[in-house]
């Protein structure tokens, strides 16, 4: 079983960046699709970014588009959220996970991102 641990959060100032990172043990996801999703304060969960087991197709949210970037390291089993322009909309506990099969998910526990205006 895979199991995911999400880092790289943090305070930073509106305009500013981070890069998230989405590091995997118990068995290779180079053949997993991989997600991060996001939850806002008193919000639902929602999707940000996804990315193919091969890394050629990405998909991003509209709200983060031309902002944020999804992109995966294989052989550092690691997925990456890179957030540029971040806005204070943007504050959230940031999860990422792993289609591991069909519709079944793994879940990291989550990092937290806060974005001061």
């Known amino acids: 079983q895979v199991q995911l641990v999400e880092s790289g959060g943090g305070l930073v100032q509106a305009g500013g960046s981070l890069r998230l990172s989405c590091a995997a043990s118990g068995r290779t996801i180079s053949t997993y699709g991989m997600n991060w999703f996001r939850q806002p304060p008193g919000k639902e969960r929602e999707f940000v970014a996804g990315?193919?087991?091969?890394?050629?197709?990405?998909y991003v949210a509209d709200p983060v588009k031309g902002r944020f970037t999804i992109s995966r390291d294989n052989a550092k089993n690691t997925v990456y959220l890179q957030m540029n322009s971040l806005k204070p909309e943007d504050t959230a506990v940031y999860y990422c996970n792993a289609e591991v099969d069909g519709n079944a998910r793994v879940w990291g526990q989550g990092t937290q991102v806060t974005v001061s205006s």
């Open positions: 990315i193919g087991w091969k890394g050629g197709s990405t």
